[in-house]
């Protein structure tokens, strides 16, 4: 006896691009995915987007409207003797068309499985279309990707997740009688993070939990917030995914927009990173605030001392905290650009000889070499300051550091003006 049940994603699969919903940038009337299509032409693809955003869905339709067999691989278990298998298929009576091989996650395969594809790819026996989740310019091999044309599908809108509701609905209300009001739809179309299948599943968790009177289930949206509780969330630290985040997570801080960090900042803790989160919250602080608000990076370290000790989940109050006092704060980049200069510098081999009075002059036989002779104790003058050369000679000229337009640095950039004025150059 077959007890193997087929999810509902899969049993309602559409089989034509009509039925698909989102992705109207690529599947659209003016989609060029779907010009290419219809125009006959099915080039070697690159299907990269999220989860459940109708990538395996497509490429079973595009196998239908050209004739091809399609074959199915997922990199995660595949080998390549599955590769030969289907290599020893082409050209037989089953393949009269060629086979469209649809290879699932294909960042799983090595350099010389993917490498294997390539003949078969150039004569047009073998037609691929590879899914990822990952960046495929990181992930994908540059000899695969030069064949191939990339596609990004996106996480779908609420509005496409609630057609796809709607349509599994009414597919299912031909076999009972459903009561589903319109908010419950609405609901998981929202908590599902723009995951059509994990949307469906949801549909079928809610149906198969449904009370049921008299020939009638009644779906309740008590039990869909049961069924979605934390399914939006989308997050794999180690995939393409966390880096937008983490990147936008930033960015939102750098661009003094405090609602998009701390949302952000949500995401992460949500996820379950807690150390990213803490580590470019301190890297933002002392390279986008910076002199601006020197204090900053002192205070943002000592909250994510306290999140660290605390832990999750009360860690979320000193983090938020920090990311909005980083995100309000006045913003310098100066202290980046400074040693970012004086690094390339270095590193071109632009220095020159330390100037003979700043030399090491506490040892045996210094004065002898005429270590620090000439050097001046800035204590012991007015204000703490004398003018002297501390840059060598090859580069004395060289300005690394230039004031920002702040009021903290302006301020300071005056105060030196005052200082340094009366003073006349001292030669070393």
């Keep these: 006896m077959n007890n193997v049940q087929t ?6 699969r559409p089989t034509a691009l009509e039925d698909v919903v989102g992705q109207a940038h690529i599947l659209g009337q003016k989609g060029v995915l779907r010009r290419i299509v219809e125009n006959g032409l099915l080039p ?7 989860s459940g955003t109708g990538k395996s869905t497509v490429s079973s339709i595009l196998a239908g409207v050209t004739g091809r067999r399609l074959c199915r691989l997922n990199a995660t278990t595949a080998s390549l003797s599955d590769i030969k298998d289907i290599i020893d298929s082409l050209d037989t009576m089953l393949t009269p068309n060629g086979v469209l091989l649809y290879l699932d996650e294909i960042q799983y395969f090595n350099k010389k499985q993917q490498q ?11 037609t691929l279309i590879a899914s990822t989740t990952e960046n495929p ?15 990004e599908f996106k996480p779908l809108e609420p509005k496409d997740v609630t057609k796809a509701l709607e349509r599994a609905l009414r ?12 908010e419950i739809l609405a609901h998981i179309a929202e908590a599902c993070g723009g995951d059509v299948r994990k949307a469906l599943t949801a549909l079928e968790l809610l149906l198969a939990a449904a009370v049921r009177k008299d020939g009638v289930a009644t779906l309740t949206l ?20 966390h880096y937008d985040v983490l990147s936008a997570f930033q960015k939102s801080m750098r661009g003094s927009d405090p609602q998009a960090a701390v949302h952000y900042l949500a995401r992460l803790l949500a996820g379950g990173d807690l150390t990213s989160a803490c580590r470019r919250l301190l890297v933002t602080a002392a390279e986008d605030v910076g002199l601006a608000h020197p204090q900053c990076l002192s205070i943002v370290k000592a909250c994510v001392d306290a999140a660290l000790q605390i832990g999750m989940p009360e860690a979320q109050i000193p983090l938020a905290q920090a990311v909005l006092l980083v995100a309000t704060s006045p913003k310098s980049n100066s202290a980046v650009t400074a040693i970012a200069s004086a690094m390339a510098d270095v ?6 000889d330390i100037p003979v009075h700043l030399k090491d002059s506490h040892y045996q036989g210094a004065q002898t070499l005429g270590r620090g002779l000439t050097y001046q104790y800035a204590h012991d003058f007015p204000n703490h300051y004398v003018k002297q050369q501390y840059l060598p000679n090859a580069i004395c000229e060289r300005m690394y550091y230039e004031y920002g337009e702040n009021k903290v640095e302006q301020a300071a950039k005056r105060y030196w003006e005052a200082i340094q004025a009366p003073h006349t150059t001292t030669d070393s």
């Design 116 to 126: 294997s594809l390539l003949e078969y790819m150039e004569n047009g026996k073998i």
């Design 137 to 151: 310019y990181f992930a994908i091999y540059n000899a695969l990707l030069s064949r191939s044309t990339v596609f």
């Design 7 to 12: 999810p509902l994603a899969d049993k309602l």
């Design 222 to 241: 008590d039990d869909a917030q049961e069924v979605t509780q934390r399914s939006a969330m989308r997050f794999d630290r180690d995939g393409d995914s």
């Design 171 to 182: 597919i299912l209300q031909a076999e009972e009688t459903i009561v589903c009001p319109a």
């Design 44 to 50: 070697n693809l690159i299907f990269y987007g999220p």
């Design 347 to 352: 590193q071109a081999g632009r220095a020159g």
